[in-house]
T-cell receptor, first 117, second 115 residues
Framework: ETGVTQTPRHLVMGMTNKKSLKCEQHLGHNAMYWYKQSAKKPLELMFVYNFKEQTENNSVPSRFSPECPNSSHLFLHLHTLQPEDSALYLC????????????????FGPGTRLTVL | AQTVTQSQPEMSVQEAETVTLSCTYDTSENNYYLFWYKQPPSRQMILVIRQEAYKQQNATENRFSVNFQKAAKSFSLKISDSQLGDTAMYFCAFMLRYNTDKLIFGTGTRLQVFP
């Protein structure tokens, strides 16, 4: 596969469940991102990893736990979520996080549609 | 803090016609990038066009062009010769030049192209 892939594409979970979202990029990038996309709201940046190190945690509740074992894989571990966490979760990657580079385009995956009951 | 505003939640256009999507932003910085992303119903977000704030010339990519008005902090997207495949959500986004891990998005405009 090419580009950025995400699994599963759809996930329904109860508030007491534990689940994980997976993202994989095949672009040789070193930076990976998690975004939350809710209806009628701007995309919200959640986490940023650069060379496997977390460089950004945008005040995300601890029920969301990211993991980046290598530059190609990014996980989002979910536990005791709330119904308001239902959203589309998008993963993205870019070459890296380098100040001033003009072509640091972010490539997005198709997203995981999460529903919390 | 930087903000991005898209004031048109929905737009529609007939095939082969031209449509313009609006975007305004607010920043006190001088060096930044602006982007338009397209998210079709299949949901994969793709970059349509990019503008570097220090360049006065408006960016163009085939049927897509922008009208970048730096003083007015306006960044509109013009789609010429609209095609059915242009039906999608369009997001305007902002990124500081020296903070290239933070894309700030608007709320999006849903564009429907009719045959």
């Amino acid at each position: 596969e090419t580009g950025v892939t995400q699994t599963p594409r759809h996930l329904v979970m109860g508030m007491t469940n534990k689940k994980s979202l997976k993202c994989e990029q095949h672009l040789g990038h070193n930076a990976m991102y998690w975004y939350k996309q809710s209806a009628k709201k701007p995309l919200e940046l959640m986490f940023v990893y650069n060379f496997k190190e977390q460089t950004e945690n945008n005040s995300v509740p601890s029920r969301f736990s990211p993991e980046c074992p290598n530059s190609s894989h990014l996980f989002l571990h979910l536990h005791t979520l709330q119904p308001e966490d239902s959203a589309l979760y998008l993963c993205a990657s870019s070459q890296d996080v380098v100040s001033g580079r003009p072509n640091n385009e972010q490539f997005f995956g198709p997203g995981t549609r999460l529903t919390v009951l | 803090a930087q903000t991005v505003t898209q004031s048109q939640p929905e737009m529609s256009v007939q095939e082969a016609e031209t449509v313009t999507l609006s975007c305004t932003y607010d920043t006190s910085e001088n060096n930044y990038y602006l982007f338009w992303y397209k998210q079709p119903p299949s949901r994969q977000m793709i970059l349509v066009i990019r503008q570097e704030a220090y360049k006065q010339q408006n960016a163009t990519e085939n049927r897509f062009s922008v009208n970048f008005q730096k003083a007015a902090k306006s960044f509109s997207l013009k789609i010429s010769d609209s095609q059915l495949g242009d039906t999608a959500m369009y997001f305007c986004a902002f990124m500081l030049r020296y903070n290239t891990d933070k894309l700030i998005f608007g709320t999006g405009t849903r564009l429907q192209v009719f045959p």
